[in-house]
């Protein structure tokens, strides 16, 4: 499985940015996807994760609210809507996929890592 992430950029306090992660070489509608972070000198941390089917996710509280995520099983993407972004968001952000277990805040429980986007949002 091989996971593509894109979308991000600089971005003003406040503003919005979508990122996406294109999955190809599995069977995408089977994986729970989640979207990690890392800021420089700090240690990766949950965001947010979805199901299979996309009804059930579970969010970080330091996103809940702002952040949306979302999949399309036809297009083999998940999608990550940040709103009302903050500059301690800044970070690089990474998709998983996480083919045996549940919805879950656990990097080890996720099989495929993505190469990781930027995100940066000034002050």
């Known amino acids: 499985v091989q996971l593509q992430a894109s979308g991000g950029g600089l971005v003003q306090a406040g503003g919005s940015l979508r990122l996406s992660c294109a999955a190809s070489?599995?069977?995408?509608?089977?994986?729970?996807m989640g979207w990690f972070r890392q800021a420089p000198g700090k240690e990766r941390e949950f965001v947010v994760a979805?199901?299979?089917?996309?009804?059930?996710?579970y969010y970080a509280d330091s996103v809940k609210g702002r952040f949306t995520i979302s999949r399309d099983n036809a297009k083999n993407t998940v999608y990550l809507q940040m709103n009302s972004l903050k500059p301690e968001d800044t970070a690089v952000y990474y998709c998983a996929a996480d083919l045996t277990s549940g919805l879950s805040s656990k990097e080890y429980e996720y099989d495929y890592w993505g190469q990781g986007t930027q995100v940066t949002v000034s002050s």
């Open positions: 070489g599995g069977t995408f509608s089977r994986y729970v």
């Open positions: 979805i199901n299979w089917s996309g009804p059930s996710t």
